[in-house]
């Protein structure tokens, strides 16, 4: 990851309270080699499972899932909070999350319609959780 995206993912990280507990685990990425596409999700797949703790909801970050605004994206984080769920918000490699791992997804929602770098999806990301949480909070950082 370049050092712009992690020195932005600490400092947003750094920011939540500990109510909203929030944790980045990588998974490295499947080196391609001679193998196919599909070998390669498959195998990226595997390793995402296994880092995701059981019992979490997961919401894989995919171009066709739902789309939501920012204030929706507020309302869904305070029902996982009200609903005391762990959530895995999970942003695919460089070619996206295997076929099956989004469909026994939970929910699958887009950040843009636009396709961005893996870094930015990651500050986008967790910007975006930020201020979903400062909606929610009544805290300034969010001003309408």
Known sequence: MPAWAQSAWDEYAKRFPPEL??????VK??????????SLLSAERDRIRAA?????RVVALDEHGSSLTTM???QRVQQWQLGSDNVALVIGGPDGLDPSFKQAAHERIRLSDMTLPHAFARVLLVEQLYRAWSINANHPYHRE
């Open 29 to 38: 990425t499947e080196t391609r080699g001679s193998k196919t596409l599909a």
């Open 52 to 56: 995701i703790t059981p019992g979490c």
């Open 72 to 74: 929706a994206l507020a």
């Open 21 to 26: 507990r929030i944790e980045l685990k990588a």
